[in-house]
């Protein structure tokens, strides 16, 4: 399963990454106003931004701008878009008419800025539309959408959950396709700025993975703790509060849950013996025998775990005895949402544990045995 996502080009000059125009206009001819209360802020988001008199890449550099340097809208914009691969995304965007610190006024390309600064602007809002356009596609873009309207206007628990299954539905569709669209930079000054992707899809964030070679979209328990909170119901909080039992390290979603420990990008060993399997297991029974609205999220955290055990290839960070421990444990727990197929296959495990090396089972791994 691909699973990753990304972005890169620049080398000192910005206009030498690949460009081509998509204008409806001829660019520097026509612009539109967009006027508001107060002026939008922006912020420059790579080195040597070039500002220019007129917009369009035919206009002339009359500055170089920093990355950080904070602009402000002074409330035109191109009515032509220019198609450029910025540090690894290829964004299809207009030109911006802003005012530097100095009071230098002039045209800068909306796809080298980041709307962190005043996100929930009418430009702002404008433009990271676009950026979605350009990325999901129009229908793509329109699901995340409504995937963002509904977790800002969820103000109860029923709904702030249902947002969270549109949310992980939404992810698991494109991350193929953020994968394909986006590529990384080799060094920090060309990775890429995915602040304004964390604006248009909250709850989740990005992370590279793969020795640094990829982004992945993770869950950001830390955003949805804190929309729990404002709900009466504390339906979405144990639930959230489970997901945080399974991903301490930051609250955040990671491949590798608690009950594993990595040793290298692509695997590691399971820690059971720990007590943190049966431990979770035991969250996760207790949510079920309320009755609770996730019933499927929470049996797929027992999933994962369970196959952490049942993985043939697994090995055990601990040592056998202390693995046994636990196994025997959670077999006499009798959780009911241990299945009867599960305890029939921990059952079997529970076996080959007796004699782990008949079995090719690699147990205390953390003392190098």
């Avoid at 996502?5 to 026509?30: N, R």
Wanted: glycine share 6%; aromatic share 10%; net charge negative.
């Amino acid at each position: 399963m691909k699973i990753f996502l990304a972005l890169i080009c620049l080398p000192f000059v910005l206009w030498s990454c690949q460009s081509e125009t998509s204008q409806s206009q001829e660019p520097g001819q026509t612009t539109t106003e967009t006027t508001e209360m107060g002026p939008t802020q922006f912020v420059v988001n790579i080195d040597r931004l070039r500002m220019r008199d007129t917009p369009g890449e035919e206009g002339t550099v009359i500055k170089e701008l920093e990355k950080g340097t904070i602009l402000y809208d002074q409330g035109e914009v191109s009515d032509f878009t220019t198609r450029i691969k910025l540090r690894g995304i290829t964004f299809d965007e207009p030109w911006l008419k802003v005012i530097a610190p100095d009071q230098t006024v002039g045209w800068i390309y909306a796809g080298a800025i980041h709307l962190g600064t005043s996100p929930d602007s009418k430009l702002a809002k404008l433009l990271r539309e676009k950026r979605l356009v350009t990325l999901f596609g129009p229908d793509g873009a329109a699901q995340l959408t409504a995937y963002r309207n509904h977790f800002h206007q969820a103000n109860e628990a029923k709904a702030l959950l249902d947002a969270y299954r549109e949310g992980r539905q939404f992810r698991d569709q494109f991350v193929d396709l953020l994968e394909e669209k986006i590529s990384v930079g080799e060094t920090e000054e060309t990775q890429p700025d995915l602040f304004w992707l964390e604006e248009a899809m909250p709850g989740f964030i990005p992370q590279l993975v793969a020795e640094g070679t990829v982004y992945y979209l993770f869950e950001d328990y830390r955003q949805w703790i804190k929309k729990a909170k404002e709900t009466d119901n504390p339906l979405d909080d144990q639930f959230v509060e489970l997901k945080i039992k399974a991903f301490p390290t930051d609250s955040i979603e990671y491949f590798f849950a608690a009950w594993q420990i990595q040793t290298w990008d692509y695997g590691g060993s399971s820690l059971l013996g720990r007590g943190i399997h049966l431990a979770i297991l035991k969250a996760a029974e207790a949510l079920i025998q309320s009755g609770h609205y996730m019933d499927s999220e929470i049996r797929q955290v027992k999933t994962q775990i369970v196959d952490d055990i049942l993985q043939p290839t697994n090995s055990f960070w601990e040592s056998k005895e202390k693995v046994i421990a636990e196994m025997d444990n959670m077999l006499q727990a009798n959780l009911t949402i241990i299945d009867k197929k599960d305890k029939i296959a921990l059952e079997a495990r529970r076996q080959q544990f007796d004699a782990p090396e008949s079995h090719q089972i690699e147990m205390n791994v953390r003392a190098g045995n």
